[in-house]
């Protein structure tokens, strides 16, 4: 358990999930300028960019193993890193709740939402396409919602959900369904993906 903490750097991915929450409270509803491809543009803000951080580090992380230890222990470990992408989704979840019941406003509410959702990105992309395919998957969300994932109007369409406001149910449930389904590739898929590189020798 200990050296599984530290392949995965629990101790930086808490560091990165209280300084998501330091940056974006006072910074995330700065608007940032990112043209659309169509229609009309809404307003993109920091909060929708500055939430990758922990699924980013939480990649990090699991491209830190050792393939060929990990593929023997896949299963229970698999678990525990489920376990971690969850307990992070959670933990920003509890944050974003306390700082909004505390005078924060709904961009904490945002905030939360936002790193659970692009932590099931991460755990669904990770066993799928390997961690630096998915870190670039990952980065790449929020600018796809910014450049085409607004109507005409100036609203979020409903798959645009880390644009959408934060009573937003069908965000929500965008994000729900990342989790579940990012924790069901995780847990299922076979094997990770093979990098020769480390397979070697």
Known sequence: MIWW???RAVPVLAAVLAATFAVGLPFGDGELPVPALRGQAGHFLLAHVVT???AVFLLYGLGRGDLRTETVAARFLRGLDVGLALALAATGTACGGLAYATGQGALALVLARNIAGYLGLALLFHPLVGHRPAAAALAAAPLLCSAAG???DGRPRPWAWP???AGSAP???AVALLLLAGAAVALLRRRPP???HLLAG
Do not use: D, F, Q, V
């Open 163 to 165: 644009l959408h406001p």
């Open 194 to 196: 093979s990098t020769p």
């Open 5 to 7: 903490c530290k392949a």
């Open 52 to 54: 990758l951080l922990p």
């Open 171 to 173: 965000a929500l449930a």
């Open 150 to 152: 607004w109507y005409p």
